[in-house]
């Protein structure tokens, strides 16, 4: 038998507020981890991949924390955290095409933030400083 102070694991999920044991969460994030890679699999922007392994991986702890929470004993928790696996694919095509915008407005986007914190003065000088 194992001290459970000792283990790292039972204390990381004593953290995230998650009481059961730490084989089945272990499970469940495999599961969620390798639906999610075999939904992205065909993906060619490894971006999309990471994207969807990482949020997959984040529903799945969430989904583990309300499964916990909520008394449902009727599922098992392994069936959640996969089925929240599912969520990794088009959380990941949302944040891939909110990079994408993100970075093709960005110079747009600092410039805004620049001109407000430094407006021009009266004579179309920018910075907004003594001179």
């Known amino acids: 038998m194992t001290n459970q102070a000792q ?9 995230l507020g998650i009481s059961f044991a730490p084989h089945e969460f272990l499970g469940g994030m ?3 981890l390798a639906v999610a890679s075999l939904l992205a699999r065909h993906r060619k922007d490894p971006r999309k991949i990471w994207a969807a392994l990482g949020t997959a991986a984040l529903a799945a702890i ?3 924390v309300c499964w916990d929470m909520g008394g449902w004993d009727f ?8 089925a929240a696996g599912v969520l990794g694919r088009p959380a ?10 993100l970075e093709q407005r960005s110079t747009e986007l600092a410039d805004r933030a620049i001109d ?5 003065d ?10």
């Open 7 to 15: 283990d790292w694991v039972s204390l990381l999920l004593a953290g």
């Open 30 to 32: 495999f599961l969620a």
């Open 62 to 64: 969430l989904a583990a």
């Open 75 to 82: 599922v098992p928790v392994q069936l959640v955290m996969a």
């Open 92 to 101: 990941a095509t949302v944040l891939v095409a909110l990079q994408d915008r």
């Open 116 to 120: 407000r914190v430094l407006p021009d």
């Open 122 to 131: 009266e004579n179309g000088n920018g910075g907004g400083g003594v001179y």
